[in-house]
C-alpha cells in the first residue's frame, strides 16, 4: 500500500513563485556587485538571499493556510480532525526518534471545502489528508493494531522538514513538483543519479560540496520504509533494493536525529 504521488503543483502558480525570486535574486547580485563584493563572495550570499525570501515566502503560505483553516472551523466547514490512537501516536514518535510530535499537527481527515482535489498536503503545522484514511489496521502486519498510512507519515515528514530545514520546503516541493511532476517523488532515481555523480567527480571537492535531498523525494523514501516496517508491502529482493539499503539507513538515522538530508547518502 505505497503511497501514489499526487498530480503536480499548478503550474502557473510555481512560475509566479520563481520569477518572484528570480526579480529578487537579480536585485540583490546588482547591489552587491555594485559594492564591490566579488562574485564568489556574491553568490554566497545569494543563496542564503534566496533561502531567507523562500523561508519567508514559505511562512507566509503556510500562516496563511492556518488562518483559513481557524476560519472553516469556525464556519463548521473544516474536516473532522484525526485524532491518532495512543498506540498509533508512539509508534511514529518513535519512527521519528522524537523529532516531531503528531499531537502538535492539526491532522484533518479530508480535503479543502470547495477544492475540487482530494489530494493530502501539508504545511507547516497543518495537514489535510484528502482521500486518505490516516489510520489503518495494515493486512498481513501480524499486529492487529492501528497504524498510521504511509501518506499521513508523508506529510509528516513534510512537517519534519519545515522545522528542520524551514519553511521554505514548502517553495521547494511546489518548484518540483512543477518541474518533474511525478517524477519529482523517485527517491531511488535520485539515490542512482547521486551514485553516478559521485563517481565522476573528485571525492575531496565532492564531499565539500554536499547536495541537498529532494524534499518530495526524501518524504516518499521515509513513507515506502515505513510501509516496508509495518507491513503495508512487502520488501521486494533486488540488487537494486540492496544498493540502496545504505542510503535508506541514512536518511533514516538523520530523520531520527534531526538532520538536514544531504546527497550522496550523508547528512549535515
Known amino acids: 500500500m505505497a503511497r501514489t504521488p499526487p ?48 523561508d519567508a515566502l514559505g511562512y507566509l503560505v503556510g500562516a496563511t493556510a492556518r488562518a483559513v483553516d481557524r476560519r472553516l472551523e469556525t464556519l463548521g466547514l473544516a474536516p473532522p480532525p484525526l485524532d491518532p490512537p495512543p498506540e498509533v501516536r508512539d509508534d511514529l514518535r518513535a519512527f521519528f526518534g522524537h523529532t516531531i510530535d503528531p499531537a502538535e499537527v492539526m491532522i484533518r481527515r479530508g480535503h479543502v471545502p470547495a477544492v475540487p482535489h482530494r489530494r493530502a498536503f501539508a504545511l507547516p503545522g497543518l495537514i489535510y489528508l484528502g482521500a486518505d484514511a490516516g489510520i489503518v489496521r495494515p493486512r498481513g502486519g501480524g499486529v492487529e493494531r492501528p497504524r498510521a498510512t504511509p501518506t499521513l507519515v508523508h506529510e509528516l515528514v513534510h512537517v519534519w522538514q519545515g522545522r528542520v530545514i524551514g519553511p521554505r520546503y514548502v517553495v521547494i516541493a511546489l518548484v518540483e513538483q512543477a518541474r518533474q511532476g511525478r517524477r519529482a517523488y523517485d527517491w531511488r532515481a535520485v539515490l542512482d543519479g547521486a551514485v553516478h555523480d559521485r ?53 533514516l538515522a538523520g530523520l531520527r536525529a534531526g538532520r538536514a538530508p544531504t546527497l550522496p547518502w550523508r547528512a549535515v
Open 7 to 54: 498530480p503536480p503543483a499548478p503550474r502557473w502558480l510555481v512560475e509566479r513563485l520563481r520569477r518572484l525570486l528570480a526579480d529578487e535574486q537579480v536585485a540583490r547580485e546588482d547591489e552587491l556587485l555594485a559594492r564591490g563584493v566579488s562574485r564568489s563572495g556574491v553568490r554566497c550570499r545569494m543563496r542564503s538571499a534566496v533561502a531567507r525570501a523562500a
Open 199 to 251: 563517481a565522476s567527480h573528485d571525492r575531496a571537492s565532492y564531499d565539500r560540496a554536499p547536495r541537498a535531498f529532494p524534499v518530495e523525494a526524501h518524504a516518499q523514501l521515509v513513507s515506502e520504509a515505513y510501509a516496508h516496517r509495518y507491513g503495508f508491502s512487502p520488501a521486494a529482493a533486488s540488487a537494486r533494493r540492496s544498493r540502496q539499503l545504505p542510503a535508506v539507513e541514512e536518511a
